[in-house]
């Protein structure tokens, strides 16, 4: 790919409610938030999964990666409830913030706001879902099953 058509490719602008970056090596993530699907990468060589999705595996250093879909059910293993928030997300305080285990990766991510503070209990079984926001951007929130 040339480097013209790099800087572009200016994709990963869509995603979240403030994305600090338009162009990563892994924009193909938000072409699948557009069709619904929640995307972790996972290295051909060593068979190890990241989320946030990566380009390069940083155990055997192969570049050799395929999608893999962040499906079905995870575990809540931690969260917090947030009362102060970065610049740009002060706006939808207070919310939760979250870990899902999902046996051999972890995603973290926001629990949906619509789910009450004293039904996120530690061990619950979550799902990982597209969402979009009412400004037009892409994120995922986590489901109560
Ligand atoms: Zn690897």
Redesign the pocket.
């Known amino acids: 790919m040339s480097k013209s058509k790099k800087e572009e490719d200016v994709r990963f602008g869509r995603f979240g409610t403030v994305s600090f970056t338009q162009t990563t090596k892994v924009n193909d993530f938000i072409d699948h938030l557009q069709r619904g699907k929640v995307m972790a990468s996972q ?6 999964t990241f989320f946030p999705p990566r380009a390069d ?6 570049s ?2 395929q999608w893999r879909e962040v499906a079905g059910s995870g575990t809540l293993v931690s969260y917090s409830r947030l009362q102060f928030a970065p610049i740009g997300f002060d706006a939808d305080l207070p919310y939760s913030i979250a870990l899902l285990d999902y046996g051999d990766f972890r995603v973290f991510g926001r629990i949906d706001s619509a789910l009450a503070p004293d039904e996120i209990k530690i061990g619950m079984a979550m799902t990982t879902v597209v969402n979009e926001l009412p400004n037009g951007q892409l994120n995922y929130i986590f489901k109560k099953i």
């Open positions: 290295c051909k060589t060593c068979s190890e595996c940083c155990h055997c250093l192969s050799d990666m």
